[in-house]
């Protein structure tokens, strides 16, 4: 299976971070179904030019996080489960939350103010045919 | 079969300005280990060890289970090298020299010397002479890699060539490794090649080994903790921060023991994160040089 992966060099995340979100990627948009084989470790390395050990890092926490499953000497799968899409974005939800509290924090900004700019930004992302 | 395609035990070497000390030096196989100093650390004299082309004076040296120098007619035979400093036959083409590597080494592997030539964008029928220096770069190390080695030895293979010529390489590097009965072991001052290639890392400086572990580890323990204090106070000394910058009441923590504690011990005493970033592998290898020289333990 080709990854057709691009890892960007001016990326400040991990290589490793950067082929774990991939991965999530196709499994989410549905390139990738449960049962289907992922390239080997050593295929992607190569593919990818990065070191064997960083993407053996990155398919060790897509397995812990139970994406995929890996058995070994036959290398790694999706994981049979149907709300794997849904748990990406919940982990995005989840991440860009967190980097909105570091911000207000560094900021200086009062939980009541980032609650009102949320909703704020709530209300923007709404289709314009339903404002009035 | 042996774990380690490259071992060297408590090694030493003793010249009137220089000397190489209780050099420990693990290659395991199947893995690419980058090898890093700054010039005139030790990196040549120790691949030149390695290889056979110099005795040590202390310590053991293993190579494909073989010991050196005693064994090297036996080991050079799964031993692909090349260094920056090789030198080819100028007058003769490249041809003649694959032809006369072809004839000692059975492993030669035509087909993929083809693809190396089409690649590397070198000319058979080209004079060593006429070549540029990155060109001969390329020759030889498509004398190495058609020989599909056990154990590729590079000394500085990127050092040189230019933008597409260093991607080739590390390109057919990486190919390389999907085999996982072979290892590589590259010398280089480029930590950027060195970081997106490498399994295992070693640091070496002034002849002696200054850190060793594997790349992910590496990356992993060594950050940059940004923090604000309360007021006109010193960041208080936290275990596996080795280093602090402070002007004012902001200041910038280095570790090379990481650890989500760190930050958290800050906010216990009143200090505000601002940041936690990591660090590239040029700048890991800097600071560990910078303290390692200063005597700090890291």
Partial sequence: ?132 | MNEFAVQLTGVGKDYRFFSLNDVRLEVPVGQIMGFIGPNGAGKSTTIRILMGLVHQDRGEVRVLGHSMPKKQAAAKRDIGFASEDMRLYGSSTLDWHMRFVRSVYPSWDESYAQTLLKRFDLRREQRITGMSHGQQVKAGLLLALARRPRLLILDEPTTGLDPVARHEVIRELTAVMQDDHRSILFSSHNTHDIEQISDQITFIDRGRIIDCRDKESFLDRWRRIRVELPGDVDVPALPGIIGVLQTGRLAVATTNAFDVSLPRAYEAAGIRVHAVENMTLEEIFVTNVHYSREGVAV
């Fill in chain 1, 1 to 132: 299976m080709l990854s057709g992966f691009v890892l960007s060099q001016a990326d400040g995340r991990p290589m490793y971070l950067q082929i774990i979100e991939q991965v999530r990627r196709r499994i989410a948009v549905g390139d990738w179904k449960a049962g289907e084989l992922l390239p080997s470790i050593r295929q992607l390395a190569a593919d990818l030019q990065v070191s064997v050990i960083t993407v053996k890092r990155a398919y060790l926490e897509l397995e812990r996080e139970g994406l995929i499953l890996t058995h070994h000497g036959k290398g790694s799968v999706v994981a049979a489960r149907t709300d794997a899409a849904t748990q990406v974005y919940e982990q995005e939800l989840t991440t860009h939350l967190e980097q909105a509290a570091h911000l207000a924090g560094v900021l200086g900004i009062s939980t009541r103010e980032v609650q009102a700019r949320l909703r704020d930004a709530i209300e923007q992302t709404k289709p314009a045919a339903v404002k009035p």
